[in-house]
């Protein structure tokens, strides 16, 4: 689930995959926070 997600969010928020080098985003918990924030965001266009 959380790769289809990832999917979703880099369809929508490119700068999203570069989120992926960072470290702690391997935590689920973080992940979530900053999928969250990015949903959050108004969309792009």
């Known amino acids: 689930m959380a790769?289809?997600?990832?999917?979703?969010v880099k369809?929508?928020?490119p700068m999203a995959d570069k989120l992926e080098e960072l470290?702690?985003?391997e935590?689920?918990?973080t992940n979530?926070?900053?999928?969250?924030h990015?949903?959050?965001l108004p969309s792009p266009g």
Not at 32 to 36: A, D, L, M, N, R
């Open 3 to 8: 790769g289809l997600q990832s999917t979703s």
């Open 11 to 13: 369809k929508a928020y």
């Open 23 to 25: 470290p702690f985003v």
């Open 27 to 29: 935590q689920m918990n």
């Open 32 to 36: 979530e926070t900053i999928f969250s």
């Open 38 to 40: 990015y949903l959050n």
